[in-house]
């Protein structure tokens, strides 16, 4: 059963934390609805900052969103300006005032969705999937990671059949609630 449970939903509140901080009698569906949509819109906007993570939180009617980047420059940019921007395009989008915050993620390869979307990024660019995973695995190692398991699935090499390639080093055991685990897909 370890492959068919979620390793982040399954140790939030052990080592994780829920990416959504606030509490909702009445209006649970609404904030939900808009929780996806910021994060869908931010999501398309910063697609080349190399965002990792968003943590919503809400007190009243204001909103604080904390964008987890390894390139904090591309979201802040020059004197402010983007932040600014992106401050007032979310304010007039959801009606409400929303606070933009963006903290840098120091070891990029400690985080899974960082590490997935160079691969991606190296794979459409057309390199060796063998050797993009070998690389990526052999540089998570290098940073002082416990394990990697990696898991490239479609049209390798051009294939006429899809298949998928795994590639594992070190120890992930998905069953122990006291390793720390991250995913992404």
């Known amino acids: 059963m370890g492959q068919k449970v ?72 020059k004197r402010g300006q983007e932040i600014d921007a992106l401050r007032t395009e979310l304010t007039a989008k959801f009606g409400k005032p929303v606070d933009v915050s963006v903290q840098e993620v120091k070891v990029t390869e400690h985080n899974a ?3 997935g979307r160079s691969i991606a990024d190296q794979i459409e660019r057309r390199m060796g999937y063998k050797r993009v995973m070998k690389k990526a695995g052999h540089a998570v190692m290098k940073s002082g990671a416990k ?12 294939a006429e059949i899809a298949r998928s390639e795994w590639y594992r080093e070190g120890r992930v055991p998905l069953h122990t609630l006291r390793a720390d685990i991250d995913y992404a897909t």
């Open 6 to 77: 979620h390793p982040v939903g399954f140790r939030l509140g052990v080592f994780r934390d829920w990416s959504a901080h606030w509490f909702a009698k009445k209006d649970y569906k609404n904030n939900l609805l808009e929780d996806f949509g910021i994060r869908k819109y931010l999501k398309k906007r910063l697609e080349r900052a190399e965002v990792s993570d968003l943590v919503i939180e809400r007190a009243g009617d204001s909103m604080r969103v904390e964008i987890h980047s390894s390139r904090p420059g591309a979201i802040i940019g």
């Open 113 to 115: 969705t960082l590490v």
């Open 147 to 158: 394990g990697i398991k990696i898991c490239i699935a479609g049209r390798l090499g051009g």
